[in-house]
């Protein structure tokens, strides 16, 4: 019953199980609901509105705290900047990479052959695709160029870093599903 509900979070999606015709049960403002019935951080109350209920209105101060977390992290561990001599570049480059960890959450990273089925259907016979079930996260070198930085750069000092806070982000979410679970559940 969860992965049914879960799956029907993304708005506008079909319901094949459910009443005739394939309407969804779930509404956006049901899930925007959901979400505003807990103590999630905001980050994660965020992330949920725009990942589920599709409002991208929630963007621009979602993006203001996930820079605010990556730029946090950066001064805690003492990063030195991208370009220390320039620092509206380095600015910039932290708002990318704010905006990657905040893409990565909401697109999937959805492979482009299996489009995230997992299966492999453009021959005649299908086959087990070659992405990881259905998910093929962006190449080094796409990230580095989303960032504006170097591929060599990018790998040498940024992508673990990036790794690094990536997991917060995955937390997030991870507390959205539990969250919305919990809610949708109780109140089915």
């Known amino acids: 019953m969860t992965v049914n509900v879960m799956a029907l979070l993304a708005h506008g999606s079909i319901n094949y199980e459910g009443v005739p015709g394939g309407t969804p049960q779930l509404t956006a403002e049901d899930v925007a609901g959901a979400l505003g019935m807990g103590s999630l951080p905001r980050e994660a109350y965020l992330l949920g509105l725009l990942k589920y209920a599709g409002d991208k209105t929630v963007l621009h101060e979602l993006d203001t705290l996930v820079q605010k977390y990556v730029i946090g992290v950066g001064v805690k561990e003492k990063w030195r900047e991208p370009w220390p001599n320039d620092k509206k570049r380095s600015l910039v480059f932290f708002k990318q990479f704010a905006r990657l960890m905040i893409n990565e959450i909401v697109f999937e990273n959805l492979c482009d052959v299996c489009k995230g089925t997992g299966i492999d259907k453009r021959s005649n016979k299908f086959r087990k695709c070659n992405c990881n079930d259905g998910k093929r996260p962006l190449t080094k070198m796409k990230q580095a160029e989303f960032c504006g930085i170097f591929e060599k750069c ?9 790794e690094e806070c990536l997991k917060q982000a995955h937390k997030w979410h991870a507390q959205i599903i539990f969250h919305l679970s919990e809610y949708l559940e109780k109140n089915k």
């Open 154 to 162: 990018w790998r040498v000092r940024w992508h673990t870093r990036y």
